[in-house]
């Protein structure tokens, strides 16, 4: 994890992006920066924007108003596909994944849209069964069906097939939804990873231990609006974010 006063450049920024949808305001002004190896936290209560954010940075939604830059490029306009290849992997909030192909298509499905997999030959391969040992998948059959894994192995194959694309930025939309104390641990190893790589990581989700515990620094969203941006003890005694989101019964640890 690196420090809060990172002096390198942010590898991804947002400057003052908005998106609407009706009269929803889903993303109200948007301001963000993240560095490489930095893991970054945004929470806030259902339908507050946060995967509005996410597809607003991957391009799935074009932003009503404002600028996104991966380092110098301005990507504010760059289509979906081409901001895969400039190095920015995500995962869904309910696992996207080809039913009808085997485990591996799935993997390496990621870095052939990347277009990573000629680059890297053998050491695909390689990575590929180091991240797969990370999640505690190294014992699954790569050619059975997709389906033969479970609703958790499932998520943690979806941060594997980003990982092995080597973004500059991943985007985890609550990882640890549904997932058991061990599938836990498998997704601290595997960000841990993404971090040990530099990447900057911006992570999504509800189970405040797993935030609190893990983040650099975080950023509240509340109806689309950015209330808070910080350290996680800086968060956790901010009385907006307590009365918008955390409450009384909250049990984090810092
Ligand atoms: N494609 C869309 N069309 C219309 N409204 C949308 C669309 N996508 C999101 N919204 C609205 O934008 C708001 C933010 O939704 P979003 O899914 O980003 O919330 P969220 O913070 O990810 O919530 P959750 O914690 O439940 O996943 C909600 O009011 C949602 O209904
Ligand atoms: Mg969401």
Not at 44 to 59: E, H, S
Not at 81 to 102: E, K
Not at 123 to 138: I, P, R, V, Y
Not at 155 to 164: D, G, P, Q, Y
């Amino acid at each position: 994890m690196t420090s809060t006063l990172n002096p390198k450049k942010p590898v991804l920024k947002m400057d003052n992006v908005c998106k609407n949808f009706g009269g929803v305001i889903a993303a109200d002004k948007i301001a963000l920066e993240l560095y490489g190896g930095e893991i970054f936290g945004l929470i806030g209560p259902n339908g507050a924007g946060k995967t509005t954010l996410l597809n607003l940075i991957t391009g799935i939604y074009q932003s009503d108003d404002g600028e996104m830059f991966l380092l110098d490029k301005n990507i504010t306009k760059v289509p979906t596909h081409r901001r895969a290849r400039l190095g920015i992997a995500r995962t869904f909030q309910h696992p996207r994944l080809l039913n009808r192909c085997d485990i591996k298509t799935n993997i390496l499905m990621g870095s052939d849209l990347a277009n990573k997999r000629k680059i890297k030959g053998g050491k695909l391969e390689e990575d590929m069964n180091m991240l797969l040992k990370c999640a505690g998948l190294q014992n699954v059959n790569l050619s059975d069906s997709i389906e033969k894994l479970s609703y958790g192995q499932q998520k943690m194959l979806e941060i594997v097939r980003a990982l092995l694309c080597e973004p500059a930025v991943l985007l985890l939309d609550e990882p640890a939804a549904g997932l058991n104390t061990k599938e836990m641990d498998y997704i601290v190893a595997l960000i841990k990873v993404a971090v040990q790589k530099d990447i900057a990581v911006l992570l999504i989700e509800h189970a405040m231990d797993l935030v609190m515990g893990i983040c650099d620094r975080l950023t509240v969203l509340n109806f689309g609006h950015q209330i808070a941006t910080g350290t996680p003890t800086e968060i956790q005694s901010n009385e907006e974010v307590i009365k918008a989101y955390l409450g009384g019964s909250c049990n984090v640890k810092s």
